[in-house]
């Protein structure tokens, strides 16, 4: 395993539309081998592959559950419900925080590292995280749902709100 390098937010990689996998073989697995210990470093809560240049349809999320990461080959969220609003950050908008609504469930559908499709739900927090790492694969960062970026003094004010 190996840790990549993350992109950051200006470059090409991260507003285009991945492609889907179609070849669930040993490259895959060293891709997906090699974010897991990326995003462990990075002490995120999940990792999109064009985050690490890799302009596919594959993305880890930290089930806040079993504190887990779930691998997502091609995802779709197939049903949400709720709504939330809450801080988000992004390991490729490093620094940056701001406010976001998110749906409070998200249910998605996705293949693991051999082909077998399966369902993954979560709530909160992990609710979230599907959404952030899967409209990465469609370009998207979570910046253009933010108002304006937290400054430190409202991010120390938010955190501190939120462990009352
Ligand atoms: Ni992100």
Same mark, same amino acid.
């Given at each position: 395993?190996?840790?990549?390098?993350i992109?950051?937010?200006?470059?090409?990689c991260?507003t285009?539309?991945?492609?889907?996998?179609?070849?669930?073989?040993?490259?895959?697995?060293?891709?997906?081998? %090699?974010?897991?210990?990326?995003?462990?470093?990075?002490? $995120?809560? &999940? #990792?999109? !592959?064009?985050?690490?240049?890799?302009?596919?349809?594959?993305?880890?999320?930290?089930?806040?559950?079993?504190?887990?990461?779930?691998?997502?080959?091609?995802?779709?969220?197939?049903?949400m419900?709720?709504?939330?609003?809450?801080?988000?950050?992004?390991?490729?908008?490093?620094?940056?925080?701001?406010?976001?609504?998110?749906?409070n469930?998200?249910?998605?559908?996705?293949? %693991?590292?051999?082909g077998?499709?399966?369902?993954a739900? $979560?709530? &909160? #927090?992990? !609710?979230?995280?599907?959404?952030?790492?899967?409209?990465?694969?469609?370009?998207?960062?979570?910046?253009?749902h933010?108002d304006h970026?937290?400054?430190?003094?409202?991010?120390?004010?938010?955190?501190?709100?939120?462990?009352e």
């Amino acid at each position: 395993m190996a840790l990549r390098n993350i992109v950051t937010q200006g470059e090409d990689c991260l507003t285009k539309v991945c492609r889907p996998v179609a070849s669930f073989d040993s490259r895959l697995h060293t891709l997906l081998d %090699d974010m897991a210990e990326t995003l462990e470093d990075a002490n $995120g809560a &999940g #990792l999109a !592959a064009p985050q690490v240049g890799v302009l596919r349809r594959i993305c880890l999320v930290l089930d806040e559950d079993t504190e887990e990461y779930i691998e997502l080959i091609n995802p779709e969220i197939i049903a949400m419900s709720g709504e939330q609003t809450g801080l988000e950050g992004c390991l490729s908008v490093p620094g940056k925080w701001g406010i976001v609504t998110r749906p409070n469930y998200v249910r998605v559908r996705a293949q %693991d590292r051999d082909g077998n499709w399966f369902e993954a739900e $979560g709530e &909160g #927090l992990t !609710a979230r995280a599907f959404c952030h790492e899967i409209e990465h694969l469609d370009g998207h960062l979570f910046v253009e749902h933010v108002d304006h970026f937290l400054t430190d003094e409202e991010l120390q004010d938010y955190i501190s709100e939120d462990e009352e």
